[in-house]
């Protein structure tokens, strides 16, 4: 079993700046991709940035140049580093963990609890 701690969310003013940390521990032998995810009230969970392995990353156009997605492989961890917040960040941010699995299955896919980012106008 495979469990995600995150921290690092918080309330902060427009054009701050938060940074959200998730562990991953528990019975891993390697992880895939990272990533982060979050979901705003009444709407759908989105990608936020998401990181391979080898370091390839991805984000949602919305927070290109803003968000930075990191992670350290010794750790199993995966970093979200958010300047110049704006009111719309505001959401529950998780972290998500893909693992090798045996076939069938191919892959594991781990969710964090959640960590609240509100951005105050």
């Known amino acids: 079993q495979v469990q995600l701690v995150e921290s690092g969310g918080g309330l902060v003013q427009a054009g701050g700046s938060l940074r959200l940390s998730c562990a991953a521990s528990g019975s891993i032998f390697s992880v895939k991709g990272m990533g982060w995810y979050r979901q705003a009230p009444g709407k759908q969970r989105e990608m936020v940035a998401t990181?391979?392995?080898?370091?390839?990353?991805n984000y949602s156009d919305s927070v290109k140049g803003r968000f930075t997605i990191s992670r350290d492989n010794a750790k199993n961890a995966v970093y979200l580093q958010m300047d110049s917040l704006k009111p719309d960040d505001t959401a529950v941010y998780s972290c998500?963990?893909?693992?090798?699995?045996?076939?069938?299955?191919?892959?594991?896919?781990?969710w964090g609890q959640g960590t609240q980012v509100t951005v105050s106008s």
């Open positions: 990181i391979t392995k080898g370091g390839r990353t």
């Open positions: 998500n963990v893909i693992t090798p699995a045996p076939p069938p299955i191919y892959e594991y896919d781990y």
